[in-house]
């Protein structure tokens, strides 16, 4: 996901409501999940509390997919038991 993020083709991500703690112009450190290797900061740019059913090509978009069932079948299997979600918009403020 570093490479997609660092080029701005990944500009937003899904959670649960319960990991959803950021707040709008909240600065971020990225690093990576396995090695955790600093990516880049990021600024939270939009909140949006979204039922899984409603996910759309936007959100996609800016997950940096190609089609909205991906982001579906991504969500299902990150968050089987939830039907709300939360989708946090970002940008790249600095690598």
């Known amino acids: 996901m570093a490479p997609l993020i ?3 083709r990944k500009t937003g991500t899904i959670r649960s409501t319960a990991e959803s703690t950021f707040k709008l112009g909240q600065i971020l450190c990225a690093v ?8 880049c900061n990021l600024e939270i740019k939009g909140i949006e509390k979204v039922n899984l059913k409603n996910l759309n090509r936007s959100h996609a978009k800016a997950e940096g997919l190609p089609f909205t069932f991906l982001l579906k079948r991504i969500a299902r299997k990150l968050y089987p038991d939830e039907s709300e979600l939360m989708f946090i918009c970002f940008k790249v403020i600095n690598q």
């Open 6 to 8: 660092i080029a701005g």
């Open 32 to 39: 990576t999940h396995e090695e955790g290797e600093f990516i």
